[in-house]
Nanobody
Framework: QVQLVESGGGLVQAGGSLKLSCAAS????????MGWFRQAPGNEREFVAA???????????SYANSVKGRFTISRDDAKNTVSLQLNSLKLEDTAVYYC??????????????????WGQGTQVTVSS
């Protein structure tokens, strides 16, 4: 069983920044594929970003087109955390953001069905 706890959400003006963090339980965090998803009211949950386990000295990340160049995903395996830096926020970024873990996959996972564990979510609200 893996527990994920997100933090860092809040209210921010358009153009501003936030950093979301997700703390994970489990002794094998370094082997998990980690992802961030979001869900706005009336919308389906959508992929935001994902990061692989380390391969050599590198991690590989993937982003939704809507956030590419503005958001950055990172992980700290020593601290069992994954973060999402949100820059140049737009009104349409308003959503509940969820951290997710995929424990069995070996490559980056882009759909919610590929993830096994989810956090409770943290609200990000962007105001004009």
């Amino acid at each position: 069983q893996v527990q994920l706890v997100e933090s860092g959400g809040g209210l921010v003006q358009a153009g501003g920044s936030l950093k979301l963090s997700c703390a994970a339980s489990g002794r094998t965090f370094s082997t998990y594929i980690m992802g961030w998803f979001r869900q706005a009211p009336g919308n389906e949950r959508e992929f935001v970003a994902a990061i692989t386990r380390r391969s050599g000295s590198a991690y590989f990340s993937s982003y939704a087109n809507s956030v590419k160049g503005r958001f950055t995903i990172s992980r700290d395996d020593a601290k069992n955390t994954v973060s999402l830096q949100l820059n140049s926020l737009k009104l349409e970024d308003t959503a509940v953001y969820y951290c997710a873990a995929s424990v069995a996959r070996s490559s980056v996972a882009l759909t919610s069905q590929e993830y096994d564990y989810w956090g409770q979510g943290t609200q990000v609200t962007v105001s004009s």
